[in-house]
């Protein structure tokens, strides 16, 4: 089982920058989960916004936010991040870090492929 939390939420204004650490917790190994973030507005579906493979060598972005938004990770410290910058009030949401246990197929957009997720950190960006 893996326990993820995520850190690093607030209020920032458009055109600033904000990074989101989540941080992974259980007995097996964090390198063998492929990662993702999802955000979630207000009345909205849960939306995809970037992953990154279990070895780190691939990663993937919602259009939304390419260029923008980075997804790292540091096996570390058991934790990925998300670099946002040039933020824009449409980003505004809950953001959740979300596990897929890696060994079989994986859709880093679908929602239903990660087998945890963690409480959500809330990103406001201020017009």
């Known amino acids: 089982q893996v326990q993820l939390v995520e850190s690093g939420g607030g209020l920032v204004q458009a055109g600033g920058s904000l990074r989101l650490s989540c941080a992974a917790s259980g007995r097996t190994f964090f390198s063998a989960y492929n990662m993702g973030w999802f955000r979630q507005a207000p009345g909205k579906v849960r939306e995809f916004v970037a992953a990154?493979?279990?070895?780190?060598?691939?990663?993937y972005y919602s259009d939304s936010v390419k260029g923008r938004f980075t997804i790292s990770r540091d096996s570390a410290k058991n934790t990925i991040y998300l670099q946002m910058n040039s933020l824009k009030p449409e980003d505004t949401a809950v953001y959740y870090c979300a596990a897929e246990k890696a060994g079989g197929g994986w859709a880093p957009v679908v929602p239903g492929d990660y087998d945890y997720w963690g409480q959500g950190t809330q990103v406001t960006v201020s017009s």
């Open positions: 990154i493979d279990w070895i780190g060598s691939n990663t």
